[in-house]
């Protein structure tokens, strides 16, 4: 009978579970993995929910490293990033097929198995929402001093973003708020930067702006708007760099109300 772990959506979570499917020494086609409110129960599946902990989680990750080297582990890190409801399959899968080479830091080479090719797929398709934000976002200096921006992706990508603008903005207080995943990447000046899940929000302290930020959020505004040239405008080319969805939370389109996601 397969066995299906089920899971938290979370790093933690999806590792726990690929630990206690490993250890159970099952073939790939006799276990699975399925998340946490995202379960299509089949007949002839037994599903346990699995007893997630740091322990396990660290314990996959270092077997990644050491038998799939660290290419591999970015991949199946930026999968897990993924909003694909089947990536904790396609996580397992991949990790088994490399079981069974000689060379098991050469398994994202082997694009014809169907694990892999869909491991690499949410992999560059994470990557790519992560390095367009790192360009779309925008902070905000609240009247406390802390920039604040706020961010609505469909992966869960604070943890590639935090390390970036943690080495460009050392010497600030910032806070990145994932609205879609209720997640938090929060860095205290001089220190590094954390991730809140969970934590109570209270929207209206977002909206004490500070008067220096609304100053320079007009300037800003005023010259992409100076430096538009009309009779050049290309909707359809500026969606192809720009498109839609990031839109909302940049500064120089906030407030405009002909804007859809």
């Given at each position: 009978?397969?066995?299906?772990?089920?899971?938290?959506?979370?790093?933690?979570?999806?590792?726990?579970?690929?630990?206690?499917?490993?250890?159970?020494?099952?073939?790939?086609?006799?276990?699975?993995i399925?998340?946490?409110?995202?379960?299509?129960?089949?007949l002839?599946?037994?599903?346990?929910?699995?007893?997630?902990?740091?322990?396990?989680?660290?314990?996959?990750?270092l077997?990644?490293?050491?038998?799939?080297g660290?290419?591999?582990?970015?991949?199946?890190f930026?999968?897990?990033?993924?909003?694909?409801?089947?990536?904790?399959?396609?996580?397992?899968?991949?990790?088994?097929?490399?079981?069974?080479?000689?060379?098991g830091?050469?398994?994202?080479?082997?694009?014809?198995?169907?694990?892999?090719?869909k491991v690499?797929?949410?992999?560059?398709?994470?990557?790519?929402?992560?390095?367009?934000?790192?360009?779309?976002?925008?902070?905000?200096?609240?009247?406390?001093?802390?920039l604040?921006?706020?961010?609505?992706?469909?992966a869960?990508?604070l943890?590639?973003?935090?390390?970036?603008?943690?080495?460009?903005?050392?010497?600030?207080?910032?806070?990145?708020?994932?609205?879609?995943?209720?997640?938090?990447a929060?860095?205290?000046?001089?220190?590094?930067?954390v991730?809140v899940?969970?934590?109570?929000?209270?929207?209206?302290?977002?909206?004490?702006?500070?008067?220096?930020?609304?100053?320079?959020?007009?300037?800003?505004k005023?010259?992409?708007?100076?430096?538009?040239?009309?009779?050049?405008?290309?909707?359809r080319?500026?969606?192809?760099?720009?498109?839609?969805?990031?839109r909302?939370n940049?500064?120089?389109?906030r407030?405009?109300?002909?804007?859809?996601?």
């Amino acid at each position: 009978m397969k066995t299906v772990y089920i899971c938290s959506d979370t790093v933690t979570g999806i590792f726990s579970g690929i630990y206690d499917a490993w250890k159970s020494g099952k073939h790939e086609q006799d276990c699975g993995i399925a998340l946490l409110g995202a379960v299509e129960q089949e007949l002839f599946c037994d599903y346990v929910e699995v007893e997630e902990s740091e322990r396990k989680a660290q314990a996959v990750e270092l077997m990644i490293r050491k038998h799939m080297g660290m290419r591999a582990y970015w991949d199946i890190f930026h999968a897990v990033l993924s909003p694909d409801r089947d990536k904790g399959n396609a996580i397992l899968g991949t990790m088994m097929a490399a079981r069974k080479l000689a060379d098991g830091t050469k398994i994202m080479d082997h694009l014809s198995h169907p694990m892999v090719e869909k491991v690499f797929e949410l992999s560059r398709t994470v990557a790519g929402e992560a390095h367009l934000l790192k360009g779309f976002l925008r902070f905000q200096e609240l009247e406390n001093g802390i920039l604040y921006a706020q961010i609505t992706p469909k992966a869960q990508v604070l943890s590639c973003l935090a390390p970036h603008f943690e080495d460009r903005l050392p010497n600030e207080n910032w806070m990145i708020h994932d609205k879609n995943h209720q997640m938090f990447a929060v860095h205290e000046k001089g220190k590094h930067w954390v991730l809140v899940l969970d934590e109570y929000w209270r929207e209206d302290r977002v909206q004490l702006i500070s008067e220096k930020e609304k100053e320079y959020a007009q300037l800003w505004k005023n010259f992409c708007q100076t430096i538009a040239i009309q009779s050049r405008m290309n909707p359809r080319c500026q969606m192809q760099h720009l498109p839609l969805r990031f839109r909302p939370n940049m500064t120089e389109f906030r407030d405009t109300s002909d804007v859809r996601v």
